[in-house]
């Protein structure tokens, strides 16, 4: 399988950690951000990675999008299973990997990004990464207001995500959607002094579901 991916981008980890906990084997490519339309477009119709190219005979040519990769691998290889079996727990699951997806993964992208060009600037002073900072800046219109609105959805996420305080997975006993989900989509976090401090238990997950699915920690994690 190829994964066409940008290497920093908190979805692509998803994608990675979902192949890495299947131990399904793959490559990856790494794509320039703003050529990479030029190749995504045409074949899946969207800008974004991650996108899966399965490069086996019978199956689809092309899955973009984290949450339908998930999907593939798991009717791809059904075990392990990172899906509940029980309906209720299975809901809960998708529940929360759409809103991590689609709320928190954004809210952290604003908060990391600002963090970046400003605080965490010494991370990366490099004109080439600031000038990618600046990019990603305007194309999302990441300023003061949208920042303070993004780091009070990523306050009221700690409480939802407070399961984690007391137990190592968000929904019953086993791994899911939803620690995959949470435990990419929030690593960015990890360079940010504020969050570190104040969510302890928040990091240690994010290194276990790591570890449980074979990936390399994140930056400020590893
Ligand atoms: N809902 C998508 C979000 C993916 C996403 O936002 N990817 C970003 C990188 S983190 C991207 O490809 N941005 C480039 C663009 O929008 O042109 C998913 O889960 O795959």
Known sequence: ?????????????????????????????????????LKLKPKT???TVPVLLPQEDGQPEVIADSTPIL??????????SYIPANHQEKTQAWLL??????????????????????????I???FSSQLVINIVRFQYNINPSSVKLAESRL????????????????????ISVADIA???????????????????WLFQRIKEIHHI????LPPGLD
């Open 1 to 37: 399988m190829l994964l066409l991916q940008f290497s920093t981008s908190q979805y692509c980890r998803k994608a990675r950690l979902a192949l890495g906990y299947k131990k399904i084997s793959y490559q990856v490519e790494n794509l320039t951000p703003g050529l990479h339309i």
């Open 45 to 47: 119709g969207l800008s």
């Open 71 to 80: 999907k593939y691998l798991e009717s791809y290889r059904p075990l392990p």
């Open 97 to 122: 990997e759409d809103w991590l997806d689609e709320s928190i993964g954004t809210a952290t992208r604003f908060v990391y990004y600002h963090y970046r060009l400003g605080e965490g600037k010494a």
């Open 124 to 126: 990366d002073p490099s």
């Open 155 to 174: 306050e009221n996420a700690m409480q939802v995500l407070s399961p984690w305080q007391t137990q190592p997975y968000l929904v019953g006993e086993n």
């Open 182 to 200: 949470a435990a990419a989509l929030l690593s960015p976090l990890a360079l940010i002094p504020h969050y570190r401090q104040t969510y302890p």
């Open 213 to 216: 699915c074979n990936e390399t």
